[in-house]
């Protein structure tokens, strides 16, 4: 079962948060029938906005992350919830790139140039928006810039979704670690030292490691002080309601040419692929 925890270390100004997403990237892929790119493309981002609605506070806080590139992705969408709860959507599910020369898969390259937008709805007036540029296409590190230049907190993130040759997913997951002000060169020194060391998450989640045993081993040395632990699945929230509002705010003469030339609405969800009828008595009676 997913779940992701929350960390601090004694006596030093630092935050971690770390996930394994393996379950929730599966049925992403199963939803959304994506290639091995996307599936790493849409899985990353989905494991950092998994580990960012960590980051709420209160109950109906919420958190979208977008990703929007001049490559084949085109669009990333995912959208959390405080509760742990993630959907998501790529506009471009049939990614296929050739692997780099190091055999890995090419998301950069699905991706290419663009933004990330962090759009915070935190029950206030008006959400938080932040939209920086994309810096490399890998994700992981198009977040730790967005942190730095957006939020102003020095991280680093590390993202990974295992593909199987097959297609399937093998595991997926990732870490945050946040510097908060006050901290030493040591702290920096030992963290550059053990990022290098230590073998990628999915590798070491692969080795049946646990969230807290690849924390305590990248701050070897240090009391790490385990906060909170979150269960973490894919879920959607659509309903038939609020596609019929969406049906409502078309207007009235949208609505008459849909029943005189379609006779009805088919909508289909595109976070979980759920399909919504709307017949013509239907169509009629939001007319009223």
Not at 84 to 93: H, Q, R, S, V, W
Not at 101 to 122: M, P, R, Y
Not at 146 to 154: G, H, K, N
Not at 158 to 187: C, R
């Amino acid at each position: 079962m997913d779940y992701m925890i929350s960390a601090t270390i004694e006596g030093q100004p630092i935050r971690l948060f770390a996930a394994d997403t393996t379950e929730m990237i599966r049925e992403s892929q199963k939803i959304h029938g994506t290639s091995p790119t996307a599936s790493a493309a849409l899985g990353r981002t989905m494991t950092a906005v998994a580990m960012m609605t960590m980051m709420l506070k209160s109950e109906k806080d919420k958190i979208t992350a977008q990703i929007k590139g001049d490559g084949i992705a085109e669009n990333i969408l995912v959208v959390g919830n405080v509760k742990g709860e993630l959907k998501a959507d790529i506009y471009n599910p049939d990614i296929y790139i050739p692997l780099k020369e190091n055999g890995k898969l090419d998301v950069s390259s699905a991706i290419g140039k663009g933004t990330l937008t962090i759009i915070k709805d935190l029950g206030l007036k008006h959400p938080y928006i932040g939209t920086v540029e994309i810096v490399s296409g890998e994700i992981a590190e198009d977040f730790t810039y967005y942190f730095m230049a957006s939020e102003q907190v020095p991280s680093v993130v590390a993202l990974g979704v295992l593909v199987n040759p097959d297609g399937s997913i093998e595991k997926a997951g990732g870490f945050i670690i946040q510097l908060l002000p006050g901290y030493s060169e040591n702290l920096i020194e030992h963290i550059e030292k053990r990022i290098t060391e230590v073998s990628s998450i999915t590798i070491l989640l692969e080795e049946g490691k646990s969230l807290e045993e690849i924390l305590l081993l990248l701050f070897d040395g240090y009391n790490v002080s385990f906060a909170e632990e979150k269960l973490v699945k894919y879920y959607c929230d659509c309903n038939k309601d609020r596609f019929e509002r969406g049906l409502i705010s078309l207007g009235s003469e949208e609505i008459k040419m849909i029943i005189e030339e379609q006779e009805k609405a088919e909508i289909k969800c595109h976070f979980c692929g759920k399909e919504y009828m709307f017949y013509k008595e239907d169509l009629e009676e939001l007319l009223k």
